[in-house]
């Protein structure tokens, strides 16, 4: 993030209003736009709902635990966790 100097940018008068605020500090503006949710942008998000979906169709289609985890390499717990969600 670049730190740009507000006095360089912004109008006297909306400057001194911002005065009254924060003075001397330092004021994070954030971005208008609205904000992903962890994953969506790089499809993480997808890729793990899909594979948690066939983690639980498995177990209920009688797959154990121990099976399911070494065939996606994870821990008994984190099977568990998913198909008791």
């Known amino acids: 993030?670049?730190?740009?100097?507000?006095a360089e940018v912004l109008p006297k008068e909306l400057l001194?209003?911002?005065?009254?605020y924060?003075?001397?500090?330092?004021?994070?503006?954030p971005t208008p736009r609205k904000k992903r949710k962890w994953g969506?942008?790089?499809?993480?998000?997808?890729?793990?709902?899909k594979r948690n979906m066939n983690i639980i169709n498995q177990y209920?289609?009688?797959a154990t635990i121990t099976n399911i985890a070494k065939?996606?390499?994870?821990?008994?717990?984190s099977i568990r966790k998913i198909v008791n969600k």
């Open 1 to 6: 993030m670049k730190y740009i100097n507000a």
């Open 40 to 49: 969506e942008r790089s499809g993480s998000r997808e890729y793990y709902k």
């Open 60 to 62: 209920k289609n009688g």
């Open 16 to 20: 001194k209003e911002i005065f009254n």
């Open 71 to 77: 065939n996606y390499c994870l821990s008994y717990d």
């Open 22 to 29: 924060v003075d001397g500090g330092m004021l994070y503006i």
